[in-house]
């Protein structure tokens, strides 16, 4: 009876962490990392964007505090700062995590903590691309059914690169 008990919380977190179909923990939440980052980055869609974060998401910058309060907010200033990068000439950027710095640990009743290191890239229209910077950060996702959403972020140890 107590190895019963004992295994219950292993098999139930085994659940409440449970990644798509052939996909493990790691995989699943660094494709979520990749779909959120794309969005953020790479295109200009708040509606999505807003689809991929929590209500209460909250972003933490060492250079900046607590830069974000809530996902609504957050999308706002994504979106107007979003519109300005579709000019022709504007200043286009780039995150990309490196894989082998990415670690993923479940969290029971709620998701996931994703830690690591990220580069980012800066190029001006379509222009060639410059690496910038790297910085090491530690994400809070919340699995809500299927999909993975946003809800914490750190972002930390900011350095220029040559």
Known sequence: MSVALAAAPLAALA???APSPGQ???????AADARLFSVFFEACDPATLRTLVTDDFEF????GGRVATDADGF????ADRCQDRL????????REALADAVAV?????????????HVFYER????????VGRARFTQMWKREGETWKLARVFS????PLP
């Open 15 to 17: 659940l409440l962490a």
């Open 124 to 131: 001006r229209g379509d222009g060639p691309e410059t690496r």
């Open 87 to 94: 000019a022709p000439d504007a200043w286009r950027s780039r």
């Open 24 to 30: 493990t923990l790691r995989e699943s939440v660094m």
């Open 156 to 159: 930390y140890d900011h350095t």
């Open 60 to 63: 933490f910058d060492d250079r």
């Open 75 to 78: 999308v706002a200033q994504y």
């Open 105 to 117: 640990y479940p969290i029971e009743n709620y998701g996931a903590v994703e830690t690591g290191e």
